[in-house]
């Protein structure tokens, strides 16, 4: 479909991104990606998994063929992501005697050595070929008094792991804009956790520029209310947002499914990405950049989660055609 608008065209206020992996660089999904995306995120190719599988191995492989895609099309990139508690290989929480690692001080020190040096390594091989850097993902358990997850990162180091990971990122790519990213950001109690973390980690000088948010939301859920209020709460901080994941479920339930998407989700599906879009448009100043959770319907993570089902949540079918919801970004109605 070379006769309906390019996304990167109308939407101008800031980059418009799909997650991808290498097969949606070429052939038809790489036309589709390049005509109407003007940044791309690796889905899997840049975390830690991908990136350091053994100690001080680095491989790039993945990940490399993207960035070239992207540079040879103009595109940014969001580096997604330099610390996560999920695709991270044992060996990294795993003490030279082969235990789990524990708070002890030596365990501490050895876990924020690794990480510096994944950090140095990885930011440094992109240096100005990514922008933007996801620096921690999911760091937020707003079911802890204090709002922190317990994953091996915290219950080994504290919220060392998190200053530890913005000030070596720093360092090592002093030209990019450093993020932490979740999901679920406009609930109020998770999106406040957030909050008092970046205003408290930024008062001691950590250097956070941006909030991720990264919408993986349904035909039903949140309002635009509250994903203004999502908004809004974040102006104080003077940081950056982005959307940095979206998709929208046709799912309301996880009892659902449907052999094929029913037509009425599909027109909701579109007017929830109408009505968001135009929010994320009008808080330009705000949001910095919006990333789709994938090029098209024929290759999403919710086709195995929360349950095995296909799901269609993006803008292009299986087939590569634009959908209602790709009329609801654009911002007008289908021409059919
Ligand atoms: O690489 C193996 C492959 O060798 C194997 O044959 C295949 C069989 O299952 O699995 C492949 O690994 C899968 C990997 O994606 C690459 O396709 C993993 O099983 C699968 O769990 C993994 O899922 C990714 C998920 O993160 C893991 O947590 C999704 O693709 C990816 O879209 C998803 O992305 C996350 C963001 O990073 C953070 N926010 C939530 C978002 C959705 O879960």
Known sequence: QTDIPAIRDVVTEFPVGAAITAAETVGAHGQLLARHFSSVTPGNALKWDATEPTENTFRFTDA??????AKAHGMAVRGHTLLWHNQTPAWVFTDP???PMTATAAD????LARLSNHIRTVAA???TDIGVWDVVNEVIDESQPDGLRRSPWYTITG????RTAFRV??????HAKLFINDYNTNVPAKRDALFNLVAELRAEGVPIDGVGHQMHIN???PSVAETEAMIRTFQPLGVEQQITEMDVSIYRANDESFPAPPADRLLRQAAVYRDMVALFRRYAGDITSVTVWGLADDNTWLDTFPVTRKDAPLLFDTALQAKEAYWGVIGRSSPS
């Open 159 to 162: 919220l060392d792991y998190i």
């Open 97 to 99: 005697a082969g235990a």
């Open 169 to 174: 990122a720093r360092e090592a790519a002093p």
């Open 64 to 69: 490399d063929p993207l960035i070239a895609y």
């Open 125 to 127: 091989h992109y240096g």
């Open 219 to 221: 035909v039903d859920w």
């Open 108 to 111: 501490k020190e050895l876990l």
